[in-house]
């Protein structure tokens, strides 16, 4: 129904170049290989931000979870990120491309039954998906990082589905936290303006293979 | 544009098609009228036949969908000249109102009964007899609300608990931004509230009154919903175009739209005379009465402002040394943009009115409002039998000279409106406009008779069918007023004492203009051809439910014209329909006036659609009268493309996605003006592909495009495929109005808002899901800098519900 405009796509293109390491495909097998049936995803290593592979995955749907650094205190998190032809996105029970793992805290004090969560996740062309959790406005701590934050899935893309082999590496195009310090309601304006700010940041991702 | 579908398959729906008839009342044609002895003996008989009525409506309580802690309570019971009781009952749960729900029972003349149950709520099934909170702590969330500028003590408050239909859930309202011409969004009337998901809830209605130097004149309303304390409604009940002894007199006015006028006056003992016209009104006007004295009869009052408290409040014209008035002149409006209002004070300065409001000249205004509540009253009462406004004699009054407030000038007069105030049970006519004020000058005087008969009406309407004040049922309530103050002016220009209604010169196209010699330069509202002001419709189309109620009474002004004066052939004239080519024959004010009422007072549900209006009317008049008038009704209807006329083909019918259906965030209902439910929110600088539905004709084709020039050329080009690009900014809080007309029948069309949101709250020229982190970072912090994030311009949910529908809306899945 929707596509971007053409100054979007090629703003993101642009991005790709500049910030990216991979979204394609690798080379495939050297041998004639079956079209895929599965995935296997291989963690990153390290301890920082990272996208790590969730107990609920089965071999066509691959669960990541964001997980963050133990002791890093943050509010939210939102990231673009995009996958090469052959794998899609997908949804959740209630159609969000974005699952929420239960850390952080999505409603406020306000006890109004309709409170919408700052909760959002959709694919732009491209194969890039947008997806972000917050918490909203400072009536909740911030909360450790170090656990998974949220969760995002991927499957075969059955209109393009790749060979049995064929490794793709998903990259992180930007991504940024909710820091602990958003400030104050009665700081002056400039020191609020100055913390009002989101906080950029990397994220590690493994190998997705196709099987 | 989305890939939600409506529910709705048609046009306007048919409550009426749904009535479940009861009994073996009479549809048959031309009821006469009962001899005076046996309507008499009838009228005698009256609270035995409500009492029978009401035992019958509730024997039906398990057909109806109800339970045995519904019940109905009688209001304003009448008993017509063909001998019919017509009793509309109030719907009730557990002992409470049920917001919104009604039944009416026919009693006919020999007995037998009808039950007409399109108003009745079902299904409701709440536990316990109370919710949650309790009346003073819905008191205090309405008031926190309403956050009165002069401190909470300065509201009045009623509280009631009912029981509340979810589907009625308010939300984003729009306004009419008159000096521009657009519709905007209200942010000061919009109530963050999503339909519980339960059909009915527990609440509290909450009434509020402002009446002081700094809110100025408000009565906001509220629906608090009573266990989670979330607003679900909020609206504003001024419905705008607001301790005598003495004895009956009859005087003289000089008046500024009808000449010299007969007054009905009251002389006090002292000899002085006074604007209270003592011989209408048998019940206390109940305002008065509330404030600790009693007043009898109609009486016009002047704005005053007490420096003593700082309110605003009125006093009645008395103390006149002789019975004649005024002097056929206007006041020049008592302003000077350094001072603000110039005012007369009383003789210890406690007390001030607009300068000249007592003398001659400031008396004309208070002659034209005296004379129009005097006719009106009369023309109820004469016509239709009706005792006053609601049936039952109560007394009412009118305020001239009013006085509000404004920020910038302070104490000033008010101008250019008039409107009927249902906590006062009143009517407020401001002054004409002025350059000087800053202001084009809509209005000479607002006192002119239609617009006094307009705003009575009102009243009439509040007191019988309730129409809902918003969508189509807010049309059929403009419509009603200015349908029956045009004939107050009939009646009276025609001289008319009696029953009759006489008509208009035929080709006096001005007669049916609202306000003709009130308004600068163009009508307020033209009947025969409503468009002529650039705004209202001349006939229904899918999403007319958004225009501002003032405006979509088009259709229902177009058909009665029709009814009365007929629709021409001459593809030229002014009352010529593409929807009845051939053209139609009037029916005359005096049946038209007949039909409506009675479909207003006997038949229509409060919240009415066009298409129950249709069914409504034509059932009044085969009550009232024969086939070939039913036929006439049917004829006016299709005229303005409600229904077909008989013979004529199923139309092709055209619509928008329904995006926000009854109940949603941004409402169906929202109030006070217009219907967001065609409305859709895009981001900036995206390309969508708009969607419509086509029926009844094989060539779904359609023509789009932008329905108000000015925002055409901005707003960039839509493709034959429907395809449009956003343009790279927003226009605030404008509606940005758009037309699908059929290709198969170019005629038919149908219309849709959308609204267009920036989403790049981080300001790095991307919209993606990370600005939603700065909208939740700003939430809740007002002196926060960043107005980027402030998706909707709000600082509060409303911007996560623009962010995330237009997030949505571009990027899949939803």
């Not at chain 2, 006007?285 to 009869?297: D, L, R, V």
């Not at chain 2, 001030?352 to 002659?367: C, F, I, K, Q, S």
């Not at chain 2, 000087?436 to 009243?459: K, P, S, W, Y």
């Not at chain 2, 025969?528 to 439910?545: C, L």
Request: proline share 6%; hydrophobic share 40%; aromatic share 8%.
């Amino acid at each position: 129904m929707m596509n971007r405009t053409p100054t979007l796509a090629l703003a993101g293109l642009l991005l790709s170049f500049g910030l990216a390491c991979g979204g394609g495909s690798s080379a495939p097998a050297p041998q004639a290989a079956a079209p895929a049936a599965s995935l296997s995803y291989t963690d990153p290593a390290g301890s920082s931000w990272r996208l790590l592979k969730d107990a609920s995955s089965t071999p066509t749907r691959l669960v990541l979870n964001l997980v963050g650094p133990a002791g890093t205190l943050t509010r939210g998190v939102g990231f673009n990120l995009k996958a090469p032809e052959g794998l899609k996105f997908d949804a959740f029970p209630g159609g969000m491309l974005i699952q929420d793992a239960g850390v952080y805290q999505l409603l406020s004090n306000a006890l109004d039954p309709n409170e919408p969560v700052a909760l959002v996740g959709g694919v732009k062309t491209g194969n890039l998906l947008s997806a972000g959790i917050y918490q909203k406005g400072r009536d909740q701590g911030a909360k450790d990082s170090g656990a998974a934050l949220c969760r995002i899935a991927l499957a075969l893309d059955s209109a393009h589905r790749p060979l049995a082999g064929t490794t793709f590496t998903l990259s992180v195009i930007k991504a940024r936290i909710i820091p602990e310090d958003i400030g104050s309601p009665t700081d002056e304006p400039f020191t609020l303006d100055r913390k009002l700010r989101m906080t950029d940041i990397s994220v590690a991702v493994g190998t997705v293979t196709a099987r | 544009m989305s890939r939600m579908h409506s529910r709705r398959t048609h046009g306007p729906l048919s409550a009426l098609a749904l009535a479940l008839v009861l009994g073996a009342g009479s549809l048959s044609a031309g009821n006469p009228q009962l001899p005076p002895t046996q309507l008499k003996a009838l009228k005698a008989q009256q609270p035995a036949r409500v009492a029978q009525a009401q035992q019958r409506l509730l024997a039906q309580r398990a057909q109806l969908g109800l339970d045995d802690r519904s019940d109905f309570v009688p209001l304003h019971p009448f008993t017509n000249e063909q001998g019919r009781t017509v009793t509309r009952f109030k719907q009730t749960f557990a002992g409470q109102r049920v917001w919104g729900a009604s039944a009416v029972v026919h009693t006919e003349a020999e007995g037998t009964s009808r039950i007409l149950p399109q108003g009745v709520k079902a299904g409701i099934n709440l536990e316990g007899a109370a919710p949650r909170l309790g009346a003073e702590e819905a008191k205090a969330l309405a008031l926190r609300n309403l956050a009165p500028k002069a401190g909470l003590a300065a509201a009045q408050v009623k509280v009631e608990q009912v029981v509340f239909p979810t589907r009625f859930t308010g939300g984003l309202a729009t306004k009419r931004d008159a000096k521009r011409g657009v519709t905007v969004v209200d942010p000061a009337m919009s109530v963050w509230a999503k339909a519980p998901t339960a059909p009915y809830v527990w609440a509290y209605e909450v009434r509020t009154l402002l009446a002081n130097r700094q809110d100025g004149h408000q009565e906001i309303t509220y629906i608090v919903d009573g266990d989670t304390g979330a607003i679900l409604r909020k609206w504003n009940a001024i419905q705008p175009l607001e301790a005598l002894d003495d004895t009956p007199a009859q005087g003289t006015g000089q008046s500024y739209f009808r000449g010299t006028v007969p007054l009905s006056t009251a002389q006090a003992g002292d000899g002085t005379f006074s604007l209270v016209a003592k011989d209408r009104g048998t019940l206390p006007q109940p305002y008065f009465e509330s404030q600790g004295f009693t007043q009898m009869g109609l009486t016009t009052c002047y704005g005053t402002v007490d420096f003593n408290v700082g309110a605003l409040g009125f006093e009645p014209y008395i103390g006149h040394a002789t019975n004649t008035w005024g002097d056929g002149t206007l006041l020049p409006l008592a302003f000077d943009s350094s001072v603000g209002a110039l005012l007369d004070l009383n003789g210890d300065g406690s007390l001030g009115w607009l300068r000249g409001a007592l003398t001659p000249t400031g008396e004309t205004n208070a002659v034209d409002a005296h004379y129009g509540l005097s006719t009106t009253w009369d023309f109820y009462t004469n016509v239709f039998g009706r005792d006053g406004i609601d049936g039952q004699g109560t007394s009412t009054f009118a305020i001239v000279h009013p006085i509000e407030l404004s920020w910038w000038y302070g104490i000033v007069p008010m101008i250019d409106n008039a409107y009927w105030a249902p906590w006062y049970f009143g009517m407020v006519f401001g002054e004409g406009g002025s350059p000087a004020f800053g202001d084009n000058g809509v209005f000479t005087a607002t006192t002119e008779l239609d617009i006094t008969g307009h705003e009575l009406t009102h009243g009439v309407t509040q007191e019988t069918a309730g129409l809902i004040y918003e969508g189509q049922s807010g049309g059929l309530n403009e419509a009603t007023s200015d349908i029956l103050g045009k004939m107050v002016q009939a009646y009276a220009d025609g001289g008319a004492t009696g029953t009759a209604i006489p008509d208009f010169t035929p080709g006096d196209l001005a007669a049916w203009e609202v306000g003709h010699n009130a308004v600068v330069g163009h009508p307020l509202r033209a009947m025969y051809k409503p468009s002529v002001d650039g705004i209202s419709a001349n006939e229904w189309y899918d999403g007319i439910d958004g225009l501002d109620v003032h405006y979509s009474s088009g259709p229902v002004n177009r058909f009665y014209y029709f009814l009365a004066m007929g629709a021409s052939a001459n593809t030229a004239s002014e009352s010529h329909s593409v929807y009845l080519p051939g053209g139609m024959t009037g029916l005359g004010n005096e049946k038209a006036a007949r039909i409506w009422y009675k479909a207003l007072t006997e038949y229509l549900a409060s919240d009415a659609d066009f298409l129950a209006a249709r069914e409504a009317s034509i059932t009044a008049a085969l009550d009232l009268y024969t086939q070939s008038e039913a036929d006439a009704v049917r004829r006016a209807w299709a005229a303005v493309n409600v229904g077909e006329a008989p013979g004529q083909a199923q139309r092709v019918r055209i619509r928008f996605p329904e995006t926000h259906p009854l109940g949603s965030f941004i409402g169906d209902r929202a109030v006070p003006e217009g219907i967001l439910g065609r409305t859709q929110i895009l981001p900036i600088a995206t390309t969508v592909r708009l969607q419509t539905t086509v029926e009844h004709t094989t060539d779904t084709g359609v023509m789009l495009s932008f329905d108000d020039p000015r925002f055409g050329s901005q707003a960039g080009t839509i493709g034959t495929d429907g395809t449009w690009t956003t343009p790279n900014f927003t226009f605030y809080m404008d509606l940005l109005p758009m037309v699908a007309r059929s290709h198969a029948d170019p005629t038919q069309y149908a219309k849709a808002n959308m609204l267009l949101a920036n989403l790049d709250g981080d300001m790095d020229s991307e919209q993606d899901a990370l600005d939603l982190g700065m909208t939740a970072m700003v939430w809740g912090c007002p002196n926060a800098p960043q107005q980027a994030a402030r998706t909707a311009g709000m600082g509060d949910d409303w911007d996560f519900a623009f962010f995330t529908e237009a997030f949505h809306n571009a990027w899949l899945p939803r």
